[in-house]
T-cell receptor, first 115, second 111 residues
């Protein structure tokens, strides 16, 4: 079974530039998450999708971050404009469905450096 | 705001010893508790889940839960150098399946 795919693996940008990350969850997984993990901290949930609908985006800085999952499969997370404090690993995770949401399968992440 | 607290470590134990990792949580109605292992530069992977008070054993790993004390722990018996990683505690709240993670405890097993 293929795992959660993410790209790019690394990204270096200057502050005020824009960046986009892509995620393809495990086939058949209805729930998709984007987490931000700052060095030395645990992952923090940014947004949760159930199929193509948003379940929770309360911790997403909506003035600069946006995410979509148009066909209920793959997803993109965008930052525009980026700030220095956005330097982190962005993890995508998926799970089979609502009753099993806590069993997350993580992708390898995108490490973002904002200079 | 749910909080999950862990000692960031590093925790160093000799090979073959028992490693004890601790976690406390603030939301009294938290329902589900998990331990994820994260190797340096890698993504987290689930190693244990526990839902009711008491102990749960899986191989060399034992998770312990005490809801009255709002405390969950992970014991690793016969620690191996390959166990060296950061261990993340995560909890869900009542009626919610969303995970709140702690900052993690870095474990080093010394050969």
């Amino acid at each position: 079974e293929a795992g959660v795919a993410q790209s790019p693996r690394y990204k270096i940008i200057e502050k005020r530039q824009s960046v986009a990350f892509w995620c393809n969850p495990i086939s058949g997984h209805a729930t998709l998450y984007w987490y931000q993990q700052i060095l030395g901290q645990g992952p923090k949930l940014l947004i949760q999708f159930q199929n193509n609908g948003v379940v929770d985006d309360s911790q997403l800085p909506k003035d600069r971050f946006s995410a979509e999952r148009l066909k209920g499969v793959d997803s993109t997370l965008k930052i525009q404009p980026a700030k220095l404090e956005d330097s982190a690993v962005y993890l995508c995770a998926s799970s089979p469905g609502p009753e099993l949401n806590e069993k997350l399968f993580f992708g390898s992440g995108t490490q973002l450096s904002v200079l | 705001q749910k909080e999950v607290e862990q000692n960031s470590g590093p925790l160093s134990v000799p090979e073959g010893a028992i490693a004890s990792l601790n976690c406390t949580y603030s939301d009294r109605v938290s329902q589900s508790f998990f331990w994820y292992r994260q190797y340096s530069g890698k993504s987290p992977e689930l190693i244990m889940s526990i839902y009711s008070n008491g102990d749960k054993e899986d191989g060399r790993f034992t998770a312990q839960l005490n809801k009255a004390s709002q405390y969950v722990s992970l014991l690793i018996r016969d620690s191996q150098p390959s166990d060296s990683a950061t261990y993340l505690c995560a909890v869900t709240g009542a009626g919610s399946y969303q995970l709140t993670f702690g900052k993690g405890t870095k474990l080093s097993v010394i050969p």
